[in-house]
């Protein structure tokens, strides 16, 4: 398996930006399709972005379309999550993710999935 580490997160008022990174380690990153995901209090996780395994495909979802970017850099083993106009719903745990060895495509759903990082809390002040 892959090893993912988050970083970035934090406070920021509503309107503001962060960009969260994800650095991976253990095996080749440019053979894994990544995404993002998010956990608010009492909700399950849901799905962010993801991006397949050369950066050329990307996927976000409705409720951050035109607001958050996902991009990787393969040389850096490093994906990204730039986050733009954030609003206090945006508030949750983000976790960085890898999808299954040699994933075609950009991956939206959970179990296509199988390494995880540990988070990293974004708080979005009104």
């Not at 939206?108 to 974004?122: C, K, R």
Request: a positive charge; aromatic letters at 10%.
């Amino acid at each position: 398996q892959v090893q993912l580490v988050e970083s970035g997160g934090g406070l920021v008022q509503a309107g503001g930006s962060l960009r969260l990174s994800c650095a991976a380690s253990g095996r080749t990153f440019s053979h894994y399709a990544m995404g993002w995901f998010r956990q608010a209090p009492g909700k399950e996780r849901e799905f962010v972005a993801g991006i397949s395994r050369s950066g050329g495909i990307t996927n976000h979802a409705d409720s951050v379309k035109g607001r958050f970017t996902i991009s990787r850099d393969n040389a850096k083993s490093t994906v990204y999550l730039q986050m733009n106009s954030l609003k206090p719903e945006d508030t949750a745990v983000y976790y960085c993710a890898a999808a299954r060895l040699n994933y075609n495509g950009s991956p939206t759903n959970e179990a296509d999935f199988g390494s995880w990082g540990q988070g990293t809390q974004v708080t979005v002040s009104s």
